[in-house]
């Protein structure tokens, strides 16, 4: 195969695989792949989905001509996404808009006679604030009293993290990323007790008697397709179980409203000639070359987000503070703004990949090539909150992108004094303007910095030396 190659992520279909290289994704099918994507491909709800963009371009093309060997009966070409996000990176909302979108999918195809193998949401992806389907192998014909067969799949990796958000107030993105295969419905049960007092709609349901089901299942012979065709498991039935859980996840509500950050900006710090001042560095920084992407690392509420979008193709807007992240996914979804992606990512507890062999899903830095990156408002957070020292964050920037755009609070700052207050005296002396410029410079050539007008805040913008 000349130019493409297996993405490290796909294997778990038996009947399709993806490939990646020379710009382009291509999805290849076995013989038994082939024949489900002949019979569904020209339904109505897989056209339609297509033409509204809730799933991927597909072309269909032999595989042949995209360098794939004579052992694929069939092939479609995608196009490469700006920026590949996971379930752990979303927001409740983001989370709750994916998982809508599949019950959607699965609903409409289900009445064209179409089944979906699965309904993980690692099949979704977030063009800007818009969410999409991309698996398009996962539309096979439905055959009569076939179940849902991505029901546990639906429960473990959508809803139980949106309930333990929800009902219990929990972050879910940690539970998602410590585990690829979700929350299991074991699990659950035991976070969802009876006792609890909270609001539990579905729980009987969709965790009781789905614990209860899988442990008899488990350890059994039965065979579940005859099982669920006896029972007269027809699509009827199975419309009316995702009807109601459609009600059940549109009702769900992040129930958090304060965070450390949602009612803090650290532009509050700023005089207001000092904000103009920093927000016309960084246009002229981010203006000064072409971008296809740009990262922004502590976006707060975008407005730099904003401005880097202006004069680039695509913007990664980071922050470590979910409830931030969710107000800004909704204020971009209510814009149909898809140019910006809010991810909620913890630089300081970001790692390498998760599943299989921890290639499966790749960390975030193994995921984009910024050609800029912008960390306004932050480096300080990371050095004295969690003690990242300053040289290894800039090494991160540096290996990371070819350029930055980075501010710098003095030792006087007031943000700066507040984070000091609680620390042990002597163990910061190292955190001052001196020390990190000597820094950067080691790494970078600065092209431009400008004290901000409030006197406390340096800004830099900086290119990779070599």
């Given at each position: 195969?000349?130019?493409?190659?297996?993405?490290?992520?796909?294997f778990r279909d038996p009947l399709s695989r993806v490939f990646v290289g020379d710009g382009r994704v291509v999805r290849a099918f076995t013989q038994e792949g082939a024949k489900d994507i002949t019979a569904v491909w020209g339904k109505k709800s897989?056209?339609?989905?297509?033409?509204?963009?809730?799933?991927?371009?597909?072309?269909?093309?032999?595989?042949?001509?995209?360098?794939?060997?004579?052992?694929?009966?069939?092939?479609?070409?995608?196009?490469?996404?700006?920026?590949?996000?996971?379930?752990?990176?979303?927001?409740?909302?983001?989370?709750?808009?994916?998982?809508?979108?599949?019950?959607?999918?699965?609903?409409?195809?289900?009445?064209?006679?179409?089944?979906?193998?699965?309904?993980?949401?690692?099949?979704?992806?977030?063009?800007?604030?818009?969410?999409?389907?991309?698996?398009?192998?996962?539309?096979?014909?439905?055959?009569?009293?076939?179940?849902?067969?991505?029901?546990?799949?639906?429960?473990?990796?959508?809803?139980?993290?949106?309930?333990?958000?929800?009902?219990?107030?929990?972050?879910?993105?940690?539970?998602?990323?410590?585990?690829?295969?979700?929350?299991?419905?074991?699990?659950?049960?035991?976070?969802?007790?009876?006792?609890?007092?909270?609001?539990?709609?579905?729980?009987?349901?969709?965790?009781?008697?789905?614990?209860?089901?899988?442990?008899?299942?488990?350890?059994?012979?039965?065979?579940?397709?005859?099982?669920?065709?006896?029972?007269?498991?027809?699509?009827?039935?199975?419309?009316?179980?995702?009807?109601?859980?459609?009600k059940i996840v549109q009702k769900l509500n992040l129930g958090d409203k304060k965070s450390t950050w949602s009612n803090y900006s650290e532009r509050g710090h700023y005089l207001e000639s000092s904000l103009d001042e920093k927000q016309k560095f960084?246009?002229?920084?981010?203006?000064?070359?072409?971008?296809?992407?740009?990262?922004d690392i502590g976006c707060n509420d975008g407005v730099f987000s904003r401005i880097a979008s202006a004069h680039s193709d695509y913007v990664v807007a980071m922050d470590a503070d979910p409830l931030v992240v969710d107000r800004l996914y909704n204020?971009?979804?209510?814009?149909?703004?898809?140019?910006?992606?809010?991810?909620?990512?913890?630089?300081?507890?970001?790692?390498?990949?998760?599943?299989?062999?921890?290639?499966?899903?790749?960390?975030?830095?193994?995921?984009?090539?910024?050609?800029?990156?912008?960390?306004?408002?932050?480096?300080?957070?990371?050095?004295?909150?969690?003690?990242?020292?300053?040289?290894?964050?800039?090494?991160?920037?540096?290996?990371?992108?070819?350029?930055?755009?980075?501010?710098?609070?003095?030792?006087?700052?007031?943000?700066?004094?507040?984070?000091?207050?609680?620390?042990?005296?002597?163990?910061?002396?190292?955190?001052?303007?001196?020390?990190?410029?000597?820094?950067?410079?080691?790494?970078?050539?600065?092209?431009?910095?400008?004290?901000?007008?409030?006197?406390?805040?340096?800004?830099?913008?900086?290119?990779?030396?070599?």
């Open positions: 195969m000349s130019g493409i190659s297996q993405d490290p992520g796909s897989i056209q339609g989905a297509l033409q509204s963009g809730e799933l991927i371009e597909s072309n269909i093309v032999e595989p042949s001509s995209v360098g794939l060997s004579a052992s694929w009966t069939s092939a479609m070409t995608h196009p490469m996404l700006p920026f590949i996000s996971y379930p752990y990176e979303w927001t409740f909302s983001m989370l709750k808009d994916a998982a809508l979108l599949q019950l959607k999918l699965t609903r409409e195809t289900l009445a064209d006679g179409i089944g979906l193998k699965d309904a993980t949401p690692y099949n979704v992806q977030f063009i800007g604030s818009r969410p999409q389907f991309i698996d398009a192998g996962s539309f096979e014909r439905r055959r009569k009293g076939d179940p849902w067969y991505g029901y546990k799949q639906f429960c473990e990796m959508y809803l139980y993290p949106l309930m333990m958000q929800a009902y219990l107030g929990v972050q879910y993105q940690p539970y998602l990323r410590g585990s690829v295969n979700g929350i299991s419905p074991e699990t659950m049960r035991k976070l969802l007790p009876a006792s609890i007092r909270h609001p539990r709609k579905g729980r009987l349901t969709h965790v009781v008697l789905h614990a209860a089901a899988s442990t008899r299942f488990a350890d059994s012979n039965t065979d579940v397709k005859k099982a669920t065709a006896k029972a007269g498991m027809n699509a009827q039935v199975l419309d009316a179980t995702m009807r109601k859980l459609e960084v246009r002229d920084a981010v203006a000064s070359a072409p971008r296809k992407q740009v990262w204020t971009l979804k209510a814009e149909k703004n898809d140019k910006i992606l809010p991810l909620y990512v913890d630089l300081t507890d970001s790692g390498g990949g998760v599943g299989w062999r921890g290639l499966e899903r790749p960390g975030v830095f193994h995921r984009g090539h910024p050609d800029i990156v912008m960390a306004l408002a932050v480096i300080h957070h990371m050095a004295i909150t969690f003690n990242v020292p300053i040289a290894s964050q800039l090494d991160m920037f540096r290996d990371l992108s070819p350029e930055l755009i980075i501010e710098m609070p003095h030792a006087d700052d007031p943000m700066v004094r507040k984070l000091l207050q609680n620390k042990r005296d002597g163990i910061h002396d190292d955190f001052n303007l001196e020390n990190f410029e000597r820094l950067l410079s080691e790494r970078f050539d600065i092209k431009s910095k400008m004290l901000l007008a409030g006197g406390t805040r340096t800004i830099f913008h900086a290119v990779r030396k070599g």
